[in-house]
Every structure is written in C-alpha cells, then in structure tokens.
C-alpha cells in the first residue's frame, strides 16, 4: 500500500520535469533562431550599407568610410572619407551599369551628386580614378583622406615645407584665387607618402584643397565653382555666350605600388606631361654666377658691369653668366638696351668674353610706356581680361603693364622674333625669365581654347628653352624635360636669439621629387623677395655657401668682398672643394638625371 502511494507521489514531479524540460528546449531553440536571425539581418545590413569593388575597396554608405582592401597597409595608414558635405543618413543609390564588373563602382546621391570610381592598372601601380558631378550649381563637392604617413609634394605657396605640415589653397584653370590673383612658384598638384600612396589632383578642373596635420595628417579637396571661361568664338564677339555657370565637378586619382620608389618612378613615367630630359650647357654647373647691381639704383649699366667683371679677375674669382639686375631697357618690354646707359654694347661683350658670359632678366611683361604696348594692344597680343575683349592690365612691381598671351601663337612668334632680334645684336645667349616676384595676372585672365593659366610656366619656359641652353627661371609647372635651371632664394629668418636661412633644403628637396633637378642656389633675400640694401651678416653668407656648393648651380647676390678678406678666402676654398669634389660628381649623375632618377 505505501509503495502505490509512493508511485502515485513521484508522477507529477516526473510530468513536472518533462514540462519543464520542453519549455526549456523550446525557448533555447527560440533564442538560437533569434540569434541567427540577428546574426543574419545584421550581415545583410553590414552588406546593403557597404558598396564594394570586388576586393579592391569598399564604401560605407552610413559611415562613408572608404577602405582600400587588397592594398600594402592597413586602414589605419590611409582612409578616405568621402561625400563629407552631403547630409549623414542619405544613402546613396547604386548606380553601375554593370553591377558585375569590378574594376568600376558608381554612387548617386539623387539630386545632389554623383560619384565614379575606377580602377586600372597603371605600370606596377594600382590607380583609382575618382570623379564627382554634382547635380546643382550650388554643391560643393568633399572628400577627405586621413593617414599617419609623412606627405611630399608642392604646398602651391611660397611657403615650401619637407614633409609637408599645414598647407591650404585654392585652384582655377581660368583663374588664381592665390595671393590676390597670383601664382606661387611651383604649380603642380601631385603628392607622394613615405609609404607610396600617390594623390594626382586634375589641373583642368577648380578645386581647393587642405593639408592639416595633427597626430594624423588629413588631407581634404573641394570642389569650386566653375568659372566661365573664354572660348575663341567669345572673344571675336559672337553672341553665343555661356551665361551660366557649370555644375561643380572634382576629379583626381589615387595610386599606390609597393613602396615610394616604385610608385615614384611609375608617377613620373606615366603621369608627367613631360618626361624626356635635357642637359643644360656644362658652364652652367662648373662656374659660380653673379649679380651685377647698384645698391639702391633701379636702373641697371655699363659701369657695374664692367666693375664686377673687374673685380672677379683682380681677386681670380671665376664667372659662368653675369645678371645685368635691374632695369636694363628704357621701358620693361622694349626688349633693347638703354643706349644711355649701356652705350656701345659690342664693346662690352668683347669685354666680357674674356670673362664670363652676360645675363639678361627677361619678363612677360609691358610696361603700358613700352613702345611695344601698342602694337601688343593692337594685335591683341595680351591676356585679355574678365569681358575677353580688351586686354587685362597688371600691376607687378614695376609698374602698370600687360602680360603676354603665351596661349595666343602670333603673340608668341612676335614675342620670340623680338628675342632673337635681342640676341643678333647683342650676342647675348643666357637668359634669366622672371615675373618679378609672384606671377600677376589680370582678373579672370581668358585664353585661348585649350589653354589655361596654369600652363603659363610650362609654355614660358619652352620659349625660352628655345633660344638658349643657359635659361634660369623663377617659376615651373609641368617643365620636367626642360633644360632650364630653377632659382632657389633662401630666406633670412630671425627671432630673439639666432639669425638663420630657410628655404633652400626645402624647396630644393620638393623641386627633386617632382622632377625638376636643375637648381640654383640664388643668393639670399629677406622674406620680401628682394635684396634692397641688406646683407646677411658673415656667418650666415658662409653657412648659406656651405649648403649651396653640394647644389647644381650658385649664384652671389652679395658677393663675398663686402666682408672681411678672411670670408673672401674661406669662399674661394669652397669653391675650390666644389670644383675638385662636387663637379665631377654632378657630372657623373647625367646619365641617370636623363633617365629620369
């Protein structure tokens, strides 16, 4: 009897734990279904937000962050941010005809912009082409790279910075923004990391771009308002006219090999305009150069001329070119020596041939006295200004005068006629282009079709390229394969306690990486650039003179006399060391300079 009642005691506990067991099971099975549903729709979610190109890169819409996936490092060396100025949580729309094919990737922010990327193979270099069209005159196009690598590259100012820190500025085929309507002297917009990521900005398009650095370097291009620009129908007066304003568009390319020398070497195969070499006449490198000038005196002469030349021989000092600096015409532009001041000029070349060879600053500018400024105004040799009818005047620092329109042939062959006129009577062969300081241009200057300002350096020193071997000049853009030496003025800087000269190294360093190695320490001025009637005091000039004979070419602004006689003999010992040391090793790097490295 107990044990029936034993029986009867144990089956709800049993039925109990068998309920129990059930619900358990059942609500395991419910959360192992919840988790991957979860698991499920947050992979699907991860994968509708993220647009990839294969395994190349991949874009988070909500993020916006664009990583480079089949790349070298890791997204902590180098990320993108971009559509940064349209609104977070407006997602774009896939927009590839071929959502298949994974070398393109196409994006559309409906009614505010769309965005193409493309990759190809470019050499060794993996390259992405990233091309915006905005949808609205209004938008302004962003984008943003943020990486923990060091940058080289063109600053676009007259600040040269190695690497660079903090630099910021705008650029406009049809105009400057820079300085009041000013170029810098190294107008070129490619960038090279330490670790061989390569940014290329298009230089037909308007942009503004920024480098920023703090613990990471964040680099951002924005798109500008495209400007009107002039077309050769425009300015013969036809009635069809562009009266709006383009949408904003912002191009450039991204590019990365397996280190900075394999993405250098590749940039600056494929990506120069230019990349056949010349070598400049040998007396460019083997002599020192001069600055014949009168302390305080705009107007240059015979006398210190002949003076300076005087005084190398008699201290046996030797001399590639002497600079006749100042104003060596009776008007900027007339292309003719002052026969007041220069008298007999044949003279002074057999003078000076048992010397060194004579030098003349040439300028695109003239001088609105010029007796060429009417016949320029006629012919319409000058950079027309904003309307393109009239020929936009400039104000440099010589005065009120025009520019030469370099895009424009008949103004080129009349400028190059008056040139070799120059040379025939005068048998001046070295020349030395200069704007003066910065390059000035008329506001919204219009070109010829094709042409834009920043092809102004580029077409300039062709020019002059043409006519000599002994060609220094101040500014350079897409001039790789010239022969033509650049002038690099280093700066005095003080503060308190210590006096010192900047620029050199910098400039110098960031005129090597974009291909320009035909450099000429010039002298040293005082941030102003210009000499007035200041000298560096003597430690400075022999330090300066230390750094400057292991550089291709040297040029005295103050020469060394104007110190004691123990600064004149520690100069002639450098120099001696440049000859016998340096020179034949500059020498020896021809072959390799003409390849290209």
């Not at 280093?490 to 360093?509: G, M, P, Q, R, Y």
Request: hydrophobic fraction near 40%.
């Amino acid at each position: 009897m107990k044990t029936n009642i034993s029986h009867l005691d144990e089956s709800p506990k049993q039925s109990y734990l068998k309920r129990f067991q059930l619900h358990f099971m059942v609500a395991i099975t419910f959360l192992f279904i919840i988790g991957n549903l979860s698991a499920v729709w947050h992979f699907h979610e991860e994968e509708r937000l993220a647009i990839k190109m294969g395994r190349r890169i991949s874009f988070d819409t909500s993020s916006r962050v664009l990583t480079f996936k089949d790349a070298p490092w890791s997204s902590l060396q180098f990320k993108g941010y971009l559509a940064n100025n349209i609104p977070k949580g407006w997602l774009p729309l896939v927009c590839s005809a071929d959502k298949k094919n994974v070398s393109k990737m196409c994006m559309r922010w409906k009614g505010i912009a769309r965005v193409n990327l493309d990759y190809h193979q470019v050499g060794s270099l993996s390259c992405f082409n990233v091309k915006w069209d905005a949808d609205n005159q209004n938008e302004v196009l962003r984008d943003c790279y943020i990486s923990n690598l060091d940058w080289f590259g063109s600053s676009n100012t007259g600040d040269f910075q190695w690497p660079l820190q903090n630099v910021s500025y705008s650029h406009s085929p049809n105009y400057t923004f820079n300085d009041v309507n000013t170029f810098g002297h190294l107008s070129e917009h490619f960038w090279l990391s330490s670790n061989g990521i390569a940014i290329l900005l298009n230089e037909s398009t308007p942009f503004h771009v920024s480098w920023k650095k703090t613990k990471l370097m964040e680099m951002c291009i924005n798109s500008k308002s495209n400007s009107i620009s002039a077309t050769e129908n425009q300015m013969l007066g036809s009635s069809n006219k562009i009266t709006e304003k383009p949408n904003p568009i912002l191009r450039y390319r991204i590019c990365y090999g397996r280190n900075i020398m394999d993405t250098y070497s590749t940039v600056r195969k494929y990506f120069s305009r230019n990349s056949t070499k010349k070598w400049p006449n040998v007396k460019m490198f083997e002599h020192p150069h001069w600055i014949a000038k009168d302390a305080g005196n705009e107007l240059a002469s015979m006398s210190t001329v002949v003076d300076l030349a005087r005084e190398l021989t008699k201290r046996n000092l030797s001399c590639s070119t002497m600079e006749v600096f100042g104003k060596w015409e009776s008007e900027y532009g007339n292309l003719e020596f002052n026969e007041i001041h220069f008298g007999n000029i044949s003279n002074l070349m057999k003078f000076m041939d048992q010397s060194c060879d004579l030098m003349l600053p040439i300028r695109p500018y003239i001088h609105h006295n010029s007796q060429r400024f009417s016949e320029g105004i006629e012919k319409n040799y000058f950079i027309m200004d904003a309307g393109g009818r009239v020929p936009g005047l400039v104000h440099w620092s010589h005065g009120v005068g025009a520019m030469l329109d370099a895009s424009y042939t008949p103004a080129v062959d009349w400028f190059m006629q008056k040139l070799k006129q120059l040379q025939l009577d005068s048998r001046i062969s070295s020349f030395h282009f200069t704007y003066d300081g910065n390059m000035s241009l008329p506001f919204q200057p219009h070109f010829k079709k094709g042409f834009n300002s920043g092809d102004l350096n580029q077409r300039f020193s062709e020019i002059m390229g043409a006519f000599s071997d002994k060609v220094v000049v101040d500014h350079v853009s897409h001039s790789q394969n010239s022969s033509v030496f650049v002038a690099v003025q280093s700066v005095i800087v003080s503060n308190d306690t210590s006096v010192c000269f900047t620029n050199l190294i910098e400039k110098s360093f960031v005129l090597g990486i974009l291909g320009y190695p035909y450099i000429m320490s010039d002298g040293i001025s005082f941030g102003d650039g210009t000499f007035a009637n200041k000298i560096p005091n003597e430690i400075v000039y022999q330090r300066w003179l230390q750094a400057s004979i292991f550089l291709p070419a040297i040029r005295f602004s103050v020469t060394p006399w104007s110190y004691s006689e123990s600064v004149v003999e520690n100069i002639k010992k450098l120099l001696a060391f440049r000859q016998k040391i340096v020179i034949p090793h500059l020498m020896g790097l021809k072959n390799d300079t003409l390849a290209g490295f």
